[in-house]
Each structure stands twice: as C-alpha cells, then as structure tokens.
C-alpha cells in the first residue's frame, strides 16, 4: 500500500525528529551546565531555589536550605537525563541491531559518566559517582516511560484493527 508524502512526514519524519530532539536538548544542556564553574553553577540553582522558595516558603519546614538545594541539583540531573532517556529509547527503536532499551540505557549512562569527566576539568567541580547512579536512573525511567507507551499504543492499535 503506497503513502502518500503527508502520511509519511506525519507517521516517520515528525516522530523521529522529536525523539531527535529529546535526545539532543538534555545534551546539549548538559554539556552546557558542566562547563559552568562551581561558582555560576551554584548561583543558578540558588537563584532557582529562591523562586522555588518564594512560592513554596513552608518548603524550609522539611530541609535547611542547603539540604534544598542539593536535592534541586539531584533532582535536575535526574530531569535531564529522564528526558534523555526517552529520547535515546525512542530513537533506538528505529534500528534492530541493538535491542532498544539496552541499548539507550548504556548509551545514557556512558553519556553520563562522560559529562562527570567533563566535570573534572571545569573550575572548582568534580566528577561524582552518586550523580552518574542519578542520571542512570533518570535514564532508565524515561526508557522506562517510553517503552509503556509503545506498548499501550501497540495495544490500541492492535485493538482497533
């Protein structure tokens, strides 16, 4: 059965540039935030706290401010790289050489174990083995995510045929 140019773009080409996207956004970023010094790094999060805090001021009731800020700065490694996971597991499932979540876990974990290397060689930071245990879960949950959602619109379609 033929396609015309529409459907393809819309079933092939919108999809795939999306999970191109998601996989290049969080890199992009990331690279971006490693090659900030401790100093700027840490400014930018604080100041983030601070809104945060400004809207959520009972949030000091939990945790000191300090104890804040390093669970907002786990907390965006995990983001970043659960949107990288979804990207990677998306864009995996376009090939059959490598079984798709594997595959996209091992690439965003060496991902991130090469961004803690970065790390090493910026000012005033250091590689840590807790952040890449972070980013490994953020990728596995956004494989995790994806790979449901495949399978429930696979189920679907399978349904309403």
Request: include cysteine; charge should be positive.
């Amino acid at each position: 059965m033929k396609h015309s140019g529409k459907t393809f773009f819309a079933r092939e080409i919108l999809p795939l540039a999306f999970w191109v996207f998601l996989t290049v956004l969080p890199v992009v970023a990331t690279f971006a935030f490693s090659s900030q010094n401790a100093q700027t790094s840490g400014g930018l999060s604080l100041r983030i706290l601070r809104r945060i805090l400004s809207l959520f001021p009972f949030l000091t009731s939990f945790a000191s401010v300090r104890t804040l800020h390093k669970i907002l700065r786990k907390l965006a490694h995990f983001s970043l790289y659960f949107c990288l996971g979804c990207g990677l597991r998306g864009l995996f499932s376009y090939q059959r050489r490598i079984p798709a979540v594997p595959g996209a876990i091992v690439a965003g974990a060496a991902y991130a174990a090469l961004d803690e290397l970065h790390q090493r060689f910026t000012s005033g930071r250091s590689p840590q083995l807790t952040d890449v245990l972070i980013d490994a879960c953020g990728v596995i949950a956004g494989c995790a995510l994806v790979s449901l959602l495949f399978f429930l619109f696979r189920k679907r379609r399978v349904r309403d045929s």
